[in-house]
């Protein structure tokens, strides 16, 4: 099968093109950059692409596209969000094999979904950002990347908050004897057959790698801050027969998905820490825990003291029968540094270890990115953001013209699909660039009292929630602050009422300085 990484085309192709340029003159100026090349950046792509926009160019630092699934291969890598809610409405895929579907087969359907729209010639692989910056001259972006230069009317940042790994510091690391990775850039030379494996990590990522490794190590040591809050994964394969009436009739898909969706809604209650369903989930987890745990020490070291939801919670059926097997040790505190092939705990407890793997997280709160983006007066996207990331309707950001950040501040769900959240960006988008066109192809930036407002709002929003008030330090409050600044604070549906659709009156128009620059 061909995908999109066998071709490495690096040139887009615009039939739209910007007024007095023939087509194919400059390939590097096009009317839409897009960063990133997973859920988000390829969603805005094909919606571009079924529009009849052909000017877009989907920039990618990576040699494939995917994002997460692409980088995630760690063993035992899979969605913990049903199959048929975490792809696109508008491309639903009648042969997922399973209700939670492994990470090579959602890699898959991202390549099979950017090979049948048409993307292929629109992509720039190998192309890592090295600086975007807003031209107050010409009104537009100018990109510096490894791919080359580029210059866009539009820039969509499609990066995600699960694209740049966290890594601690941890004294001797670099003097470690054996081998070392971390999960989301998993080396596939690394075998844990026989060799005495230590995991950094009790998240989404390593519920899954550490009965991986349990299996196939001969010794294994979880290194554990912070017990994970694990409840019963169902397990469901779909049939043949499923799968073929999947195919015959796409609204069986549908209806699938809208019971999915509203199950998924359900649980949202919890989050507001509201009873009976908080202590439904307390419930469910702890009998899950007692059922696959009969040593009461170990029980007590797994055992939570924050709520539910306060960080992600798990779904896993094998996930404490591996930390309860004779040949793991849980570790009950962080590692604190490293001595050739000693890893030491917190707790001053010695490991010799032959391979160690951080299942650390990501850089969320700060993302790389904004580093390297620059808008009105220069001003560093990094430095708008230094009190937590902003952004208008979570979408754009005041002081950075036509630009539109997908999956960025405030998006992220606790419960449900981050596919409805990117659909429902991209329809802001499509909208702005809609009313910009109608509007002598107005530059659009925010009002800043109007994102003032909105943040206010999902601060608001956030009070009282098992994010904010749960009792646990999580990867989705800003350090510096403590402000909820990953999480949408409400129901997904709300999400799309409320920031579905572009809303002109909170926009201000900059002053058109291409004629006087021309």
């Known amino acids: 099968?061909?995908?999109?990484?066998?071709?490495?085309?690096?040139?887009?192709?615009?039939?739209?093109?910007?007024?007095?340029?023939?087509?194919?003159?400059?390939?590097?100026?096009?009317?839409?950059?897009?960063?990133?090349?997973?859920?988000?950046?390829?969603?805005?792509?094909?919606?571009?692409?079924?529009?009849?926009?052909?000017?877009?160019?989907?920039?990618?630092?990576?040699?494939?596209?995917?994002?997460?699934?692409?980088?995630?291969?760690?063993?035992?890598?899979?969605?913990?969000?049903?199959?048929?809610?975490?792809?696109?409405?508008?491309?639903?895929?009648?042969?997922?094999?399973?209700?939670f579907s492994p990470g090579a087969e959602i890699q898959e359907y991202l390549r099979e979904c950017a090979r049948e729209e048409g993307l292929t010639p629109h992509f720039r692989f190998d192309a890592a950002l090295r600086d975007a910056t807003w031209n107050e001259r010409t009104q537009r972006w100018e990109l510096s990347t490894d791919g080359g230069e580029v210059e866009a009317r539009y820039l969509i940042m499609a990066t995600g908050h699960l694209a740049d790994e966290h890594l601690p510091e941890v004294p001797g690391l670099e003097g470690f004897t054996g081998r070392a990775c971390h999960s989301a850039r998993w080396d596939p030379s690394i075998r844990l057959e026989g060799l005495r494996v230590g995991i950094v990590g009790t998240g989404a990522?390593?519920?899954?790698?550490?009965?991986?490794?349990?299996?196939?190590?001969?010794e294994l040591v979880v290194f554990q801050r912070t017990p994970a809050w694990v409840i019963p994964r169902p397990v469901k394969e779909y049939t043949d027969g499923e799968r073929r009436m999947f195919r015959r009739d796409p609204s069986t898909i549908r209806r699938v998905r809208e019971e999915l969706f509203w199950n998924q809604e359900n649980t949202y209650p919890a989050r507001r820490g509201i009873d009976p369903y908080l202590s439904g989930i307390?419930?469910?987890?702890?009998?899950?825990?007692?059922?696959?745990?009969?040593?009461?020490?170990?029980r007590e070291k797994l055992t939570p003291h924050y709520e539910p939801g306060c960080k992600r919670l798990l779904l896993s059926n094998t996930y404490y029968p591996a930390m309860a097997a004779e040949n793991t040790t849980v570790e009950a505190s962080a590692l604190a540094s490293v001595q050739g092939s000693t890893a030491v705990a917190a707790s001053g407890a010695r490991y010799d270890l032959d391979v160690?793997?951080?299942?650390?997280?990501?850089?969320?709160?700060?993302?790389?990115?904004?580093?390297?983006?620059?808008?009105?007066?220069?001003?560093?996207?990094?430095?708008?953001?230094?009190?937590?990331?902003?952004?208008?309707?979570?979408?754009?950001?005041?002081?950075?013209?036509?630009?539109f950040s997908i999956n960025g501040p405030n998006t992220s769900l606790g419960h449900n699909s981050i596919v409805y959240i990117i659909e429902s960006q991209v329809e802001y988008i499509l909208g702005a660039m809609d009313w910009a066109a109608e509007h002598d192809d107005a530059v659009l930036t925010p009002i800043p009292e109007r994102e003032e407002e909105y943040v206010a709002q999902i601060d608001r929003k956030a009070r009282g929630s098992v994010w904010t008030d749960g009792g646990c330090d999580s990867w989705y409050l800003d350090p510096r602050t403590g402000r909820l600044t990953l999480i949408w604070p409400d129901f997904g549906y709300a999400f799309r009422e409320t920031n579905g659709t572009f809303h002109p009156e909170r926009f201000e128009l900059l002053p058109d300085r291409t004629t006087a620059a021309a």
């Open 356 to 403: 160690l793997i951080f299942a650390t997280g990501f850089e969320a709160a700060q993302p790389p990115f904004a580093r390297l983006v620059h808008g009105l007066g220069g001003v560093n996207l990094a430095e708008h953001w230094s009190r937590g990331m902003r952004a208008m309707d979570s979408t754009a950001v005041a002081g950075y013209p036509n630009l």
């Open 1 to 99: 099968m061909t995908t999109t990484a066998d071709t490495h085309i690096t040139t887009p192709t615009p039939a739209n093109t910007e007024p007095g340029t023939a087509p194919g003159n400059d390939p590097t100026r096009v009317k839409t950059a897009i960063i990133g090349s997973g859920f988000a950046g390829l969603a805005m792509g094909i919606r571009l692409k079924r529009r009849g926009d052909e000017d877009f160019l989907i920039i990618e630092r990576a040699s494939d596209l995917g994002g997460t699934w692409r980088d995630n291969t760690y063993p035992g890598v899979a969605c913990d969000v049903p199959s048929h809610l975490y792809s696109f409405s508008f491309r639903p895929n009648p042969d997922w094999t399973s209700l």
């Open 282 to 298: 307390k419930a469910m987890a702890a009998a899950h825990l007692a059922a696959q745990v009969q040593d009461e020490a170990l």
């Open 205 to 218: 990522s390593a519920i899954q790698l550490v009965p991986e490794a349990q299996q196939a190590a001969r």
